[in-house]
């Protein structure tokens, strides 16, 4: 009893279907699995005929089959194709014995039905996966084998990738093309029966291929029936060549795109492009694209060294041609080269110098070129350095030289190039240049004082002349005493003017200033008391306005005469009743002491010369009453105190001068 609850209990669950039928066919008993497979409840067919063409695509020679079996074997096992209730199809693995009684007799049989559907179908698929396998196997080795041929060109290797393009992915033509702005270009064409009228060499607008979307998108496009895309009918390709089935991948190299790689048909394909198919020719594409790259690189190779030959070549030329000396050191100052002209120049032949240290350098100045050495050696240039060498002879001559350090391919310092120049009659030409230049100078300076001092002689002497005439036929008194004043005003400005010129001649010649640290706010208030009787006489609003500035190292007197000259300018052409300002104030390295007035000014034209000796404007030299040597003067002391002066004017309005003195740096001031 136990024994066929437990019957029952495996009837009951198990997954395949049992079914058991009478000696006449009727179902006699169907358990849930078959109720499950079969689509039919147990009370559908219980007691019925198990017609097996219902049940089965094959049923009426399948159930001879099954019959005979039993009876010659004692059982049947077979794959057999259900229908189910729903007319859905199953795939069946069926086994059929027969059931007896205890004297022996069969009286009911019993089917078992495994559903081996989506096992069958897994297999199917594995079977056509290890053919695809298989097939994208064979075709990666003729990949290979393309990849490892020599080629003499890589037109050769390419061809063959058409052509192997073209029996893998089965379609009748294969191109090869290269993008170039918006132009596509065909560059190698493989055709299976030469019908396709494309050719090496034609251009296309890109937009006008199917390319430009594949470039446009960087990544393969497949297309297997143009004509049934609607958006797709009316693409100048399909309109002009019919294109209908197209599959392009990119071609990279240096990362862009370079091209595309190319099969189509003018037929429709009946399946879509598998993964392993457009697999392959992203494979290809990816070969061709480093072919290419390569193919690039070694034009560049062979034209940088080309050019590079050309370089060596130009570079000797110019070594042997040039008229300068030439020597290469290594790094540890041996000469490596040595040019004619170093032979021509130093006297010793190339044979004689290379391998050694320069034989040019004494051997007290050793040091000195190894100092120099280093100092190139450690990446810095020099440039017409003048030096003194010698010669075979001991004979020692006058080089300048410039040195750079030359670097290898991997950018470290190997060596130092020199190109000497033997300069030692260039620099006794130069000398000699130079004592006729200071002769000319000397006469220069002789001639300016001469025309300083007749310049500036001619009108007191002439005011003098005029008033001694006059005095001579004159019985007034009074006309007689000012015309005595007269003579004594010009006397007294000839006797200003000869201090002037002896003043400025001092200074042409290179006088000794005697410095010292002052402070110019000092020298001012010094310059206000020489200069106040002046003002006051033409009613002159004399103003200081002093900072707190920096010391300067000066020679106080001159600076006293300098800052005087300027200051009686500003008096001279100040109309009466206007203002003259002093102003003293430091501004980056200088001291600047600032004198402005509110007088006639100074035009355009004039301003750059005012500062020129014994220069005029349009004012004559009687209207202020003294000679104009007081701005040059004043010129020539403040730039031999390292200075300068900038005048700014407007005319009616007023004129500035700033005299700029160099500030003595704080580190240096005394306590």
């Not at 989506?118 to 080795?141: C, M, Y």
């Not at 064409?189 to 607008?205: A, L």
């Amino acid at each position: 009893e136990a024994q066929l609850r437990r019957q029952a209990l495996v009837f009951e669950n198990i997954s395949d279907a049992v079914i058991i039928t009478d000696m006449q066919g009727c179902v006699i008993d169907w358990n849930p699995a078959a109720e499950r497979i079969y689509g039919y409840l147990k009370a559908e067919v219980l007691g019925t005929p198990l017609r097996l063409d219902k049940f089965t695509r094959d049923g009426a020679d399948l159930s001879h089959r099954i019959a005979t079996a039993l009876k010659q074997d004692g059982r049947w096992q077979g794959e057999v194709t259900i229908l189910r209730k729903d007319g859905a199809e199953r795939l069946m693995e069926a086994v059929s014995v027969p059931l007896f009684d205890a004297q022996g007799s069969m009286i009911a049989v019993i089917s078992m039905n495994r559903d081996v559907t989506e096992r069958k179908r897994a297999e199917a698929e594995n079977i056509h996966k290890s053919d695809t396998l298989a097939k994208f196997s064979d075709n990666l080795k003729t990949l290979h084998r393309i990849t490892l041929m020599n080629y003499d060109n890589v037109e050769g290797m390419f061809g063959d990738y058409l052509l192997a393009g073209c029996e893998i992915l089965g379609l009748p033509l294969g191109i090869l093309g290269e993008v170039r702005d918006e132009t596509y270009i065909i560059w190698r064409v493989f055709s299976v029966d030469d019908q396709y009228p494309v050719h090496p060499g034609d251009r296309y607008t890109l937009s006008d291929t199917y390319c430009a979307d594949t470039v446009r998108e960087w990544r393969t496009l497949t297309y297997t029936h143009v004509g049934s895309m609607l958006d797709m009918r009316e693409h100048p390709q399909y309109l002009s060549l019919g294109t209908e089935t197209y599959i392009g991948s990119p071609i990279f190299v240096h990362g862009a795109v370079y091209g595309t790689l190319i099969f189509s048909s003018t037929e429709p394909r009946a399946k879509a492009f598998t993964a392993a198919e457009i697999e392959i020719i992203e494979l290809m594409a990816l070969g061709i694209g480093r072919s290419i790259e390569l193919s690039l690189l070694e034009k560049e190779r062979e034209r940088a060294e080309s050019a590079l030959r050309e370089a060596n070549g130009t570079f000797e030329a110019l070594i042997e041609a040039s008229p300068l000396a030439i020597v290469v050191f290594n790094s540890e100052g041996i000469v490596d080269l040595w040019n004619p002209a170093a032979e021509r120049i130093f006297g010793w032949r190339a044979e004689e110098a290379i391998g050694k240290p320069p034989v040019y350098v004494q051997s007290e100045k050793m040091d000195e070129f190894n100092q120099l050495l280093t100092t190139i050696l450690s990446g810095k240039s020099l440039s017409n350095l003048e030096l003194r060498r010698q010669r075979s002879d001991s004979s020692l001559i006058d080089i300048s030289i410039s040195s750079a350090p030359m670097r290898g391919a991997d950018g470290r310092i190997r060596g130092i190039m020199s190109v000497i120049d033997d300069v030692t009659e260039r620099k006794k030409a130069k000398q000699q240049e130079l004592e006729l230049v200071l002769e000319r100078e000397r006469v220069r300076l002789i001639a300016d004082f001469v025309r300083d001092a007749s310049h500036d002689f001619r009108t007191p002497l002439s005011n003098i002349r005029t008033s001694a005439y006059l005095l001579e036929r004159s019985t007034d008194a009074e006309q007689r005493r000012r015309r005595v004043n007269t003579i004594d005003e010009q006397v007294t400005q000839i006797d200003q003017l000869v201090d002037s010129l002896l003043t400025i001649t001092r200074l042409n010649s290179g006088v000794e200033f005697t410095f010292r640290q002052i402070d110019l706010n000092e020298t001012l208030q010094q310059v206000m008391v020489k200069m106040r009787p002046s003002a006051e006489r033409k009613n002159l609003t004399l103003a200081l306005e002093l900072r707190d500035v920096s010391p300067v190292t000066a020679d106080e007197s001159y600076m006293y005469q300098a800052l005087v000259n300027l200051t009686q300018n500003a008096v001279d052409y100040t109309d009466d009743d206007g203002q003259i300002t002093i102003r003293t104030f430091n501004e980056d390295e200088y001291v600047v002491v600032e004198i402005s007035d509110t007088g006639v000014g100074i035009s355009a034209d004039d301003l750059p010369f005012i500062l020129d000796r014994v220069y005029r404007t349009d004012r004559s030299w009687s209207a202020v009453g003294r000679p104009g040597l007081g701005l040059p003067i004043a010129k020539k002391i403040i730039e031999g105190h390292k200075g300068h002066i900038e005048v700014s004017s407007t005319p009616k309005q007023g004129s500035q001068f700033r005299v700029y003195v160099p500030a003595v740096p704080e580190v240096v001031r005394p306590n």
